[in-house]
């Protein structure tokens, strides 16, 4: 791990997370038929950039995530993928983590991923991939990308035409997969196996936590996207081991 690329990283992050806290309180509404929240609710001033208490500027009331977590989410993971990345590759994956950050708070809050951000997302990453596949000197790793793409989002859709995972989750994996393609095959499969695995190991400590309490734990959805957003940084620190 390079010092430049983890501090390079961190500081991209914390510029950011601001703007990507406001993302994360405009689409983390109840339903998608319900409007973007555009203003606090309490005092009606506009969401915009955010401070990283995670409350109002007008008012002071609480506004999505608790103090610092957008904020640690944004620097740690910017600053481990910049760590790993070569100099032609570093816009493509800070763009990523910019993107993934917000779709997985908004994940998290109300189990949806929003279309717009996981387009922003797989357009970005469709844009960048270009320059820096060019500038590893590998052209025809462009070809791997689509196919890898291709394959991630049919698995997915397979599942969600069934309501097993939500539509989101197929979309967000075009994306990630155009990305992990840069890195191989095996870094899909890498993903795939550590997204399954922490989504597997969060649903069983829900569950084991509801049986504890004596409640009863039918209903409880797994917020897949922020698996699958941590499996992908997973596979792409492992491939530049």
Do not use: K
Not at 114 to 143: E, F, K, M, Q
């Amino acid at each position: 791990m390079t010092v430049i690329g983890l501090t390079l990283g961190a500081v991209a992050g914390l510029a950011a997370a601001p703007l990507l806290r406001g993302v994360v309180v405009r689409y983390a509404v109840p339903t998608a038929e319900e409007p973007l929240r555009s203003a606090c609710p309490a005092c009606g001033r506009p969401v915009g950039a955010l401070p990283p208490t995670g409350r109002c500027r007008g008012c002071g009331g609480r506004l999505g995530p608790g103090a610092g977590q957008v904020e640690l989410a944004a620097a740690g993971a910017a600053a481990l993928a910049l760590s790993a990345a070569a100099p032609a590759e570093g816009l493509l994956l800070l763009w990523a983590v910019l993107c993934g950050v917000p779709l997985g708070f908004v994940d998290g809050a109300v189990r949806r991923l929003p279309d717009r951000v996981t387009g922003c997302l797989g357009a970005g990453v469709a844009v960048l991939l270009v320059p820096a596949v060019l500038a590893a000197g590998h052209p025809g790793v462009l070809l791997r990308c689509l196919l890898v793409a291709l394959a991630a989002g049919a698995l997915f859709e397979v599942p969600a035409w069934f309501g097993l995972i939500g539509l989101g989750d197929a979309r967000l994996a075009l994306g990630l997969g155009a990305l992990l393609g840069f890195y191989g095959w095996g870094s899909a499969f890498v993903a795939l196996f550590l997204a399954s695995a922490l989504g597997a190991l969060w649903g069983t400590g829900r569950a084991g936590v509801e049986l504890v309490r004596r409640r009863p734990v039918r209903g409880l959805e797994i917020p897949y996207g922020p698996f699958m957003l941590l499996g992908t940084l997973g596979a792409v620190l492992l491939a530049r081991r």
